[in-house]
């Protein structure tokens, strides 16, 4: 196992900057997780670790090894490719141990190792079958056992779980942490799918056009997104953003006045330099004013009155409510126990805690970091 | 049009028209199988069916005919009879009257032309599957122009250059011996069959996903390895059609070998070789339709073993559709 | 550039695989194509011995009525193959996408021309149309009475280019009709139902949905057939030796009676002039580069 660091990396096609000034220290054993949507060049850093895109400027880094110069198979890195290359004329045996034979491990290592990634992916009963009679799901855990047998410095994944379909993609999740763990191997996982980032990164990288926007752990990703892209990409459905004049002490939009000074971390001069910030409220930190849930001393409750529902959406555990603030469409995510109707006018409260304030202009975050 | 039923009119229509089409296109075959067999006084028989079955064509190309009696002339048999010549030299002078020229030398001329024909399509094969990986896969310098001129040159064809050709081996003095003169139409066959393999190995490897030999890559294996060891097992069905493609070609050739093997009467082609019966004062139906029929069968049997190899289409399934 | 190593190696690699091919393409192909020019001013003998003649093989060339009637040759033989295999070809392609019974069985018979060696084939037509044994001479003359007298159909050159032809198209129509018969199947079906629903019979479907949705296909197949032909050598040499196309005048033109290789080679340059139009032609119109 080794670190990677990603120094000042550039990659562009022709004139057309793909990523830009990409830092990024991987610390061994670490799983880091890179979002963001799709073209904003997640892929394309990730082949660059690989060796698989060249790089335009920069250094990458694996332990102390300089690797730019280092062609793919030189490298000790193990991949997953979102559409699985397996190779189609080699049993999913084959397609397992190639890699390992390929590295000169003797025959003993490669019993242990194969009977190991097939008994952790529960592969026995295909080794002798080609990847064309294996399902889709099949063919993704032959495609991460071929990477997992490899004892490689570096595992890169590449929307490895894309495919999947959703039950399965939750099977694969639980199992890659439980590998993660289990090994502590250093790895790159690429994906579009917040939970998998949530759930499996040690560290998310949020990217958007090339550039890193906030690197973090997914708990500082989600509750001290740096900027509004942040804050709106993680977190489904998205962050509410209402924007509010700064009047004194307070934030006020539509009718209502919030204490400024109840915001958690809030500096006030800061407060004063602006005319309009945009007030951050995560529908799940909403609550029906109507529910007496238990509370806590520190709870700073503020109550949005007259509150009109425009639509319930009943997802189950819980349940999602349309409504209009501050001239904006706006989602609250509730409790099971609420019994809102649409049409209805209830109370929503925000524990003021958790509300963020942005920079009209910058969208940058208003808040120091405070404890997560 | 496929989707109503056919009048029965209809049906006797179609039914007619296909078997017309299929009997225009094997009649030549089954004319060429009957006369093979047919024994001379039946070749004027306009049915396809021999009256006789008359396989001394065969059998007689095959080399299967029991030896004629040798006449040896009283004065020969005096000078074998000395005994102050050696026995080598009483076994050429006896050769000189068994050997045949009346006897076409049928498996000469198929070992010649097979040989020739097979180490044309495994070099050719072998080079144009390097040639168009790169071409396919490699970024490099002029690949592009590449690319585009195979297709001209493959265009181009062998039967503008033989002027030059002809002159640039005479040049390099390799059509004044037998092995430069083979050597010369190896390479010509060679240029015959590499633009064709080169073209057609490109399309088959472009459609190879990339990211198979990335895994490889990431496998530990370099560039080379990855093709070694990925692409050319993957390919093997595509491989194997072109050597064929390229056997055929060479298989077929008459021009140049006409050319450059005019005084080589033991390098003769069968192309070459059987234009020459046919030519000859004692051109035989039935000898020539049964060479026909053994030139033939070869071909055909290629052919079928390459289409059932093709329909494999090994690239599925390892990579998601 | 950082990286730029991985980039030189890699071209490095690719220099290094193509080079054997690209090499004896260039001293094969690439290099006779302007030695053939060169040769073109000379008066060329077997054994090599060259005398600079400017111009001569050219006006000679241009005052030998044999090679205009070689062109003629040659027109008549593009003329009646292109047509005849394009023709053949739609006709076989758009009856196999029938359905019927042994289709297969009949899809694969009709492939059978194009896979025979072309040696293997062409003394199975000379007996066809042998004089005395041959069974076209036994149905136009004891079946049908047409004429009384036994010809020697491929023995006179005018008759023979048109057994040439006939012969070319059996041989060749097959990958037209494979080419034609790959784009036949994936028209949509819609087209034709459409078609039909608008009371269209079916030559009116024929007409007006299968030929434009081919017409791509078949300009391609006229202009490679045009194009290969221009160069055909065995299938006519070998059936019939006295049926002069260009190619075959070159041939005997340098390797024949008389030999003027400096006479064939100019035909030849002149020849890979209108071949390299018809190339730019078919990369321009129909691969559309
Ligand atoms: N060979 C290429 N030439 C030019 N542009 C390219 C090339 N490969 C990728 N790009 C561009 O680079 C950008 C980043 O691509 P990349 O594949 O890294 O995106 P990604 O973040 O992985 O997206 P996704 O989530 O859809 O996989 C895209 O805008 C893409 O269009
Ligand atoms: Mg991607």
């Not at chain 1, 590295?103 to 242990?112: H, M, W």
């Not at chain 1, 294996?134 to 590449?158: C, H, K, N, P, T």
């Not at chain 1, 806590?296 to 999602?320: H, M, R, T, W």
């Not at chain 2, 000898?287 to 073993?305: E, G, K, N, Q």
Request: net charge negative; hydrophobic share 50%.
């Amino acid at each position: 196992m080794s670190s990677v660091i990603l120094r000042n990396v550039n990659k562009s096609y022709g004139n057309l900057p793909i990523v830009k000034n990409l830092n990024l220290e991987v610390k061994d054993g670490e799983f880091v997780v890179l979002v963001g949507p799709s073209g904003c060049g997640k892929s394309t850093t990730l082949r660059m670790v690989a060796g698989l895109e060249d790089i335009t400027q920069g250094d990458i880094q694996i332990g102390d090894r300089a690797i730019n110069d280092l062609p793919p198979h030189k490298r000790n890195i193990a991949m997953v490719f979102q559409n699985y290359a397996l190779y189609p004329h080699m049993s999913v045996r084959e397609n397992i141990v190639f890699g390992l034979k390929k590295s000169g491990a003797d025959a003993e290592t490669i019993k242990t190792k194969l009977a190991d990634v097939s008994e952790m992916l529960k592969l026995d009963e295909y080794l002798d079958r080609k990847p064309a009679d294996l399902s889709g799901g099949q063919r993704q855990r032959v495609a991460m056992g071929r990477a997992l047998a490899r004892d490689a410095d570096v595992y890169l994944f590449d929307e490895p779980l894309s495919n999947l379909d959703a039950k399965l993609r939750h099977h694969m999740r639980t199992e890659i942490a439980r590998i993660q763990h289990q090994y502590n191997m250093t790895a790159i996982y690429v994906t579009h799918d917040q939970i998998e980032a949530m759930t499996l990164g040690d560290r998310v990288v949020v990217m958007r056009d090339g550039i890193v926007e906030q690197v973090g752990s997914p708990m500082e990703i989600y509750l001290q997104p740096a900027n509004t892209f942040v804050a709106t990409f993680i977190g489904s459905p998205a962050m509410n953003l209402f924007e509010a004049k700064v009047d004194g002490e307070e934030l006020v939009f539509d009718k209502y006045r919030i204490p400024a000074t109840s915001i958690a971390n809030v500096d006030l001069n800061v407060l004063a330099s602006h005319d309009t910030v945009l007030v951050g409220i995560r529908p799940d930190f909403f609550e029906d004013s109507a529910l007496s849930l238990q509370r806590s001393p520190s709870d700073n409750l503020f109550a949005f009155d007259d509150i009109q529902v425009d639509l319930v959406e009943n997802l189950g555990f819980d349940k999602e409510i349309m409504f209009t603030l501050g001239g904006e469409n706006a989602k609250a995510r509730l409790d099971l126990r609420s019994h809102v109707q649409r049409q209805e006018t209830i109370s929503l409260s925000v524990d003021l805690n958790r509300v963020l304030l942005f920079d009209t202009s910058t969208q940058g975050m208003l808040i120091n970091a405070g404890e997560v | 049009m496929m989707m109503n039923k056919r009048t029965p009119i209809q049906s006797v229509i179609l039914y007619t028209l296909v078997i017309s089409l299929v009997l225009f296109c094997v009649f030549p075959f089954l004319q060429i199988l009957s006369t093979s067999l047919k024994h001379p006084i039946d070749w004027g028989n306009p049915s396809l069916i021999p009256r006789v079955l008359h396989l001394d064509a065969y059998k007689e190309l095959l080399g299967l005919m029991p030896a004629k009696e040798i006449d040896v002339p009283a004065s020969v048999q005096r000078l074998l009879d000395n005994p102050a010549l050696s026995a080598e030299k009483k076994q050429m002078l006896l050769d000189k009257f068994t050997s045949n020229d009346e006897v076409f030398a049928f498996g000469r001329y198929m070992l010649n032309t097979f040989t020739i024909s097979f180490v044309t399509g495994i070099v050719s094969t072998f080079l144009a599957s390097l040639a168009a990986y790169a071409i396919a896969r490699l970024r490099f310098p002029a690949q592009s122009l590449m690319a585009n001129g195979v297709l001209f040159v493959y265009m181009v064809g062998g039967v503008l250059l033989m002027v030059p050709l002809y002159q640039m081996s005479v040049t390099v003095g390799l059509a004044s011996s037998a092995s430069g003169t083979i050597l010369s139409l190896f390479l010509i066959y060679l240029i015959q069959t590499l633009p064709v393999a080169m073209y057609m190995l490109g399309n088959y490897f472009r459609t190879i996903p990339f990211s198979l030999e990335e895994a490889a890559m990431m496998d530990g294996c370099s560039r080379v390895e990855a093709f070694w060891r990925i692409i050319l097992p993957l390919s093997k069905p595509m491989l194997f059609t072109v050597f064929i493609y390229c056997f055929v070609i060479a298989w077929n050739e008459y021009l140049f070998a006409s050319v450059f093997l005019k005084q080589y009467q033991d390098f003769q082609t069968l192309p070459l070789a059987l234009q020459t019966l046919f030519t000859s004062k004692n051109a035989i139906w039935d000898r020539i339709m049964a060479a026909s029929m053994l030139t033939l069968l070869p071909v055909i049997i290629c052919f079928m073993l390459a289409n059932k190899h093709l329909s494999g289409g090994l690239t599925d399934g390892g990579v998601k559709g | 550039m950082a990286s730029s190593i991985l980039i030189k190696n890699e071209a490095r690699l690719g220099l290094k695989l193509v080079a054997p091919a690209i090499g004896i393409i260039g001293l094969l192909v690439i290099y006779p194509i302007f030695f053939n020019v060169y040769l073109s001013f000379f008066d060329v003998q077997l054994n090599g011995s060259k005398t600079f003649i400017g111009l001569d093989n050219y006006s000679d060339l241009l005052a030998n009525p044999r090679y205009y009637h070689s062109i003629g040759v040659s027109i008549i033989y593009l003329l009646g193959t292109v047509i005849g295999t394009t023709v053949l070809g739609l006709a076989a392609a758009v009856l196999m996408n029938q359905e019927f019974h042994f289709r297969n069985i009949a899809r694969g018979l009709i492939l059978l021309p194009y896979f025979a060696p072309v040696i293997s084939v062409v003394f199975g037509w000379q007996f066809i149309f042998d004089p005395v044994n041959g069974i076209y001479n036994h149905v136009v003359v004891d079946v049908l009475h047409l004429t009384d007298t036994r010809e020697n159909l491929i023995g006179n050159p005018d008759s023979a280019l048109f057994v040439v032809i006939l012969f070319d198209i059996w041989k060749h129509f097959p990958i037209a009709y494979l080419l034609l018969l790959a784009k036949l199947q994936s028209v949509p079906k819609d087209l034709y139902e459409a078609a039909a629903i608008d009371g269209q019979n079916a030559w009116g479907r024929f007409w007006h949905v299968t030929l434009p949705e081919l017409k791509f296909v078949i300009a391609t197949v006229v202009l490679l057939r045009i194009i290969w032909n221009l160069n055909r050598f065995e299938d006519v040499y070998l059936l019939a030796p006295n049926v002069e196309t260009l190619p075959i005048f070159t041939y005997y033109q340098a390797f024949a009676g008389i030999v003027d290789q400096g006479g064939a080679a100019a035909i030849s340059v002149i020849q890979l002039l209108v071949l390299v139009g018809l190339i730019w032609l078919y990369v321009r119109k129909v691969l559309k580069w």
